[in-house]
């Protein structure tokens, strides 16, 4: 397990991982915030507004971040 | 305005990832809750590892085919796949009926399509393929229209 | 194992974002760097631009035309439009050529593809339309090999 954290860690992928993980946990966030604020759900434009990315970034890096969670699962469990 | 796109891919358990970013990104256009784009992909899902599983028995010369089109605020979507077809719709489409139990595989991929969507249709002929028609009107269109 | 997938949808700008965004989420599988992924997004939205700005002059009855596939780590990506085609192809691959200067484009897409692929070929015919084909090795698998 030690060489594949290794070798995640060193052949650029992770800096992939984290930046799409910052990203979708901000939009976790945000979806939450949001839904508080307005009492119902937000829509994605209005998620992709307040973190000044594209609608379809935001589809982007939920999406990422779910392939990544089942390739976590996959390799450490 | 209408506007369409088209998608086809080769039908490998791999792609279905890329179909749901790809009609999600498409459908985020219209501006849908956060809810509605989940159960648009969920949706997405069903239809394209039915098509990969099921008409194509995961072999991967087979080529999955996608449509949307956006009208007036209505997501068109279109699963289309050209492998075994399905012989008897009717049980198909009963909520826990699944023709692959070996695969524990729910029987629930129809039951959530019509869940998640407004109109579903389903057209399949033996070894000629299948085709899933769904539409979803999105609740936002609607506020705006009343 | 090779994998395919095509795409087409109206030619308007406000689908350059997903096409750059399904084009990413298809190269993803073969786990790229985010900057060789910001690269291929940034060709993807230079060629279609071009397909719907120049090819179709934002005609949206066009049709824009977008194939990958991935063979061994090496992403081959196709752009292609059925619209005006380019008369003269050796200017207007030159850096800071534009046909278009009122719309303060900066002539620099192909010079953009140029830099971020590892080969770029254009085809194109007056009238009948043009297509990009491009190719990027991604170095993760340039390591894999040596
Ligand atoms: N595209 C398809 N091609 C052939 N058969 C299909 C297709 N989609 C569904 N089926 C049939 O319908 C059944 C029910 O589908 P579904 O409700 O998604 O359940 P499951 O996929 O879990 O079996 C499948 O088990 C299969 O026999
Ligand atoms: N798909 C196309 N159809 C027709 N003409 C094109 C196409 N792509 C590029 N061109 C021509 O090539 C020129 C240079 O393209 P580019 O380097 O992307 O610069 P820009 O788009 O800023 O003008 C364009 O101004 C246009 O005349
Ligand atoms: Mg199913
Ligand atoms: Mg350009």
């Known amino acids: 397990i030690g060489e594949i954290q290794r070798f995640l860690r060193d052949d650029g992928t992770v800096k992939v991982s984290r930046s799409i993980k910052e990203t979708a946990n901000h939009i976790r966030k945000m979806s939450d915030e949001l839904a508080k604020t307005f009492g119902r759900v937000p829509t994605i434009q209005e998620i992709a507004d307040k973190l000044d990315i594209s609608p379809e970034e935001v589809v982007f890096a939920q999406e990422a971040n779910r392939q990544l969670a089942s390739i976590h699962e996959t390799v450490y469990e | ?22 009609v999600a990104a498409f459908v985020a256009q219209l501006d849908p809750t956060m809810d509605e784009l989940t159960e648009i992909k969920t949706v997405v899902s ?8 099921h008409g194509y ?23 289309r796949d050209e492998g075994l077809g399905i012989s008897n719709l009717e049980e198909a489409r009963q909520p826990l009926y699944t023709s692959k139990p070996e695969l524990e595989r729910s029987g629930m991929g129809f039951t959530i399509m019509e869940n998640f969507m407004d109109d579903v249709s389903v057209e399949s002929s033996r070894l000629e393929g299948t085709t899933v028609t769904l539409v979803k009107r999105l609740s936002k269109q609607n506020v705006l229209c009343n």
């Open chain 2, 1 to 22: 305005m209408r506007n369409r796109m088209a998608l086809s891919f080769t039908a490998v358990s791999a792609n279905e990832s890329f179909a749901r970013v790809s």
């Open chain 2, 57 to 79: 028995g995961e072999n991967d010369e087979g080529i999955v085919y996608v449509e949307v089109e956006l009208v007036d605020g209505t997501v068109h979507l279109v699963v």
């Open chain 2, 46 to 53: 069903e239809a394209v590892t039915n098509a990969i599983i």
